[in-house]
């Protein structure tokens, strides 16, 4: 191997003579600075076949230096040297040494069978704080195991947020304590679109979400939960039907779309309801941010429901869609009484006439980039995620009946071109962009092994897209890295989309 592999590319890259010979086992991880971090051999050790081992004595031949050097510049940022006999990374804290070890882990990964990889000094630091991933686990149910792969896949590639879509109309997955029917009703479905139907689901328990959150945490990945109010709500409605503006009966949809029935604007329980997930919430994910949705609300019911008319009423509202920023308004600050910023899809800027949003909420643009314009615009903090630029990755990489997916194309070529700033951004709203996102719903995406195909590699790009400094992506540049990186992604037994890129 004669060049450097990684992705997200690195902000700057020097190959210098010589070559570091690493297919023998006695490469050691020296880090004195970093003694909690078992991650950094460990991690290594597990997925390579080559021995990484922890050692106390700096001297050893064939080693990894983890230094710590204040000189580094940001967090997140980290300098790696290799030379014929060392490694070096050097990072100010945790995270820019973890990220330092993520680039070794995919060097190393991606020599498999090649004993050499060049003397080379990078010099890397992220361009956005925000660079996430969703999983919906709502329509379709995964498993802790597959999560954690999924954490561990993203943190390789220097992602850093796990936005975790735990809610929706089709199951509901949080525990919340004094609403136990969420789970014992809502994360259960009835198959009804076969004959032999049958109930599926499930929730994660209190241990398995402390579980993830610490694994997440090991890596440097933010786990931000996200419970989608007040529409997407018929997991709610079936465990609860006295909160909807009809009474009911509901029930755990198994169909997919947007659907009529949301939380009665009108009904002052709903806030105790919401008292309640938000107390579990913060019990369990110790993240800054929390996920509020409000993506798709329907205002049929509101419209005709006395006590949502009556609600109106005394707020002198003149529409249905001004109820939902009065939720959201409520939202925000019950989310910031618990110390928490709330996140909420970009319908959140609609309808906001008489309730103007809180100064703190972030909005997610989704639907395109207008919302992260106009939010930006408006003086909010906005994460980019945009379907119409790559980010739905349950989208079909290839327009062909025989890929999986659904809805519309999303191809290789498109989620790396993903651009998080939008040239119409002012540098003022520029200043506002925390970064971006792919998302994988998984109202089609049945099994974990298909999100692994959906998800890859459009991750990785979307992951340079967020990382590299603009001026250093190109499309051919990834495409010339991306063979190693997929024996990388084999290694780890990760199914692929081996198609073309766009
Ligand atoms: C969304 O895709 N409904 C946020
Ligand atoms: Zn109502």
Request: with cysteine.
């Given at each position: 191997?004669?060049?450097?592999?990684?992705i997200?590319q690195?902000?700057?890259?020097?190959?210098?003579e010589?070559?570091?010979t690493?297919?023998?086992?006695?490469?050691?991880?020296?880090?004195p600075?970093?003694?909690?971090?078992?991650?950094f051999?460990?991690?290594?050790?597990?997925?390579?076949t080559?021995?990484?081992?922890s050692?106390?004595?700096?001297?050893t031949?064939?080693?990894?230096?983890?230094?710590q050097?204040?000189?580094?510049?940001?967090?997140?940022?980290?300098?790696?040297?290799?030379e014929?006999?060392?490694?070096?990374?050097?990072?100010?804290?945790?995270?820019?040494?973890?990220?330092?070890?993520?680039?070794?882990?995919q060097i190393?990964?991606?020599?498999?069978?090649?004993?050499?990889?060049?003397?080379v000094?990078?010099?890397?630091?992220?361009?956005?704080?925000?660079?996430?991933?969703?999983?919906d686990?709502?329509?379709?149910?995964?498993?802790?195991?597959f999560?954690?792969?999924?954490i561990?896949?993203?943190?390789?590639?220097?992602?850093?947020?796990?936005h975790?879509?735990l809610?929706?109309?089709?199951?509901?997955?949080l525990?919340?304590?004094?609403?136990?029917?969420?789970?014992?009703?809502?994360?259960?479905?009835?198959?009804r679109?076969?004959?032999?139907?049958?109930t599926?689901?499930?929730f994660?328990?209190?241990?398995?979400?402390?579980?993830?959150?610490?694994?997440?945490g090991?890596?440097?990945?933010?786990v931000?939960?996200e419970?989608d109010?007040?529409g997407?709500?018929?997991?709610?409605?079936?465990?609860?039907p006295e909160?909807?503006?009809?009474?009911?009966?509901?029930?755990?949809?198994?169909?997919?779309g947007?659907?009529?029935?949301?939380?009665?604007?009108?009904?002052?329980?709903?806030?105790?309801?919401?008292?309640?997930?938000?107390?579990?919430?913060?019990?369990?994910?110790?993240?800054?941010?929390?996920?509020?949705?409000?993506?798709?609300v329907?205002?049929?019911?509101?419209?005709?429901?006395?006590?949502?008319?009556?609600?109106?009423?005394?707020?002198?509202?003149d529409?249905?869609?001004q109820?939902?920023?009065?939720?959201?308004g409520?939202?925000?600050?019950?989310?910031r009484?618990?110390?928490?910023?709330?996140?909420?899809?970009?319908?959140v800027?609609?309808?906001?006439?008489?309730?103007?949003?809180?100064?703190d909420?972030?909005v997610?643009?989704?639907?395109?980039?207008?919302?992260?314009?106009?939010?930006?615009?408006?003086?909010?903090?906005?994460i980019?995620?945009p379907?119409?630029?790559?980010?739905?990755?349950?989208?079909?990489?290839?327009?062909?009946?025989?890929?999986?997916?659904?809805?519309?194309?999303?191809?290789?070529?498109q989620?790396?071109?993903?651009e998080?700033?939008?040239?119409?951004?002012s540098?003022?709203?520029?200043?506002?962009v925390?970064?971006?996102?792919?998302?994988?719903?998984?109202?089609?995406?049945?099994?974990?092994?298909?999100?692994?195909y959906?998800?890859?590699?459009?991750l990785?790009?979307?992951?340079?897209?967020?990382?590299?400094?603009?001026?250093q992506?190109?499309?051919?540049?990834?495409a010339?890295?991306?063979?190693?990186?997929?024996?990388?992604?084999?290694?780890?037994?990760?199914?692929?989309?081996?198609?073309?890129?766009?």
């Amino acid at each position: 191997m004669n060049c450097i592999h990684i992705i997200p590319q690195p902000a700057s890259v020097s190959v210098n003579e010589g070559f570091y010979t690493c297919g023998d086992s006695s490469t050691r991880v020296w880090q004195p600075e970093f003694e909690g971090d078992s991650l950094f051999s460990a991690e290594i050790r597990t997925v390579n076949t080559q021995a990484f081992l922890s050692v106390k004595e700096p001297e050893t031949t064939q080693k990894i230096h983890c230094l710590q050097d204040p000189a580094i510049e940001g967090t997140e940022a980290y300098d790696l040297d290799i030379e014929t006999n060392a490694i070096t990374i050097r990072a100010s804290s945790r995270e820019g040494m973890y990220h330092g070890m993520q680039s070794v882990r995919q060097i190393f990964l991606a020599a498999a069978g090649s004993t050499e990889v060049p003397c080379v000094h990078i010099s890397d630091r992220p361009r956005f704080a925000w660079r996430g991933c969703m999983l919906d686990t709502s329509r379709h149910f995964y498993s802790v195991a597959f999560i954690k792969k999924l954490i561990d896949l993203a943190s390789l590639h220097h992602l850093n947020v796990f936005h975790w879509h735990l809610t929706d109309d089709q199951g509901w997955r949080l525990p919340v304590d004094r609403y136990p029917g969420l789970t014992e009703i809502g994360a259960l479905r009835d198959e009804r679109r076969s004959s032999w139907g049958k109930t599926i689901g499930g929730f994660y328990s209190n241990e398995d979400i402390r579980e993830i959150v610490a694994f997440a945490g090991e890596r440097h990945v933010q786990v931000v939960p996200e419970v989608d109010l007040p529409g997407h709500a018929s997991a709610i409605l079936a465990a609860y039907p006295e909160l909807g503006c009809t009474g009911g009966p509901y029930h755990v949809e198994d169909r997919f779309g947007i659907f009529e029935d949301v939380l009665c604007a009108g009904n002052n329980d709903i806030f105790t309801l919401f008292d309640a997930i938000f107390d579990s919430l913060v019990e369990l994910f110790p993240s800054q941010y929390v996920h509020i949705g409000g993506d798709e609300v329907k205002f049929s019911r509101w419209e005709a429901c006395p006590k949502c008319r009556a609600r109106m009423q005394e707020l002198s509202l003149d529409a249905p869609q001004q109820l939902q920023s009065w939720i959201t308004g409520h939202l925000v600050v019950m989310l910031r009484e618990r110390g928490r910023t709330a996140i909420g899809w970009d319908e959140v800027l609609e309808g906001t006439e008489k309730f103007p949003l809180p100064q703190d909420l972030i909005v997610m643009s989704w639907r395109g980039r207008e919302g992260g314009l106009e939010a930006s615009a408006k003086g909010h903090r906005v994460i980019m995620t945009p379907m119409t630029d790559g980010c739905y990755l349950n989208f079909k990489p290839l327009d062909n009946d025989e890929e999986p997916g659904h809805l519309e194309v999303c191809t290789i070529k498109q989620s790396y071109n993903m651009e998080p700033v939008p040239a119409e951004m002012s540098p003022e709203q520029e200043a506002l962009v925390l970064g971006g996102q792919c998302n994988l719903w998984s109202e089609v995406i049945y099994a974990s092994r298909i999100a692994e195909y959906m998800l890859f590699p459009r991750l990785c790009a979307i992951a340079e897209a967020l990382w590299t400094p603009k001026d250093q992506r190109g499309i051919a540049s990834f495409a010339a890295r991306l063979p190693a990186h997929r024996v990388l992604l084999d290694r780890l037994d990760v199914c692929q989309y081996r198609g073309p890129l766009e």
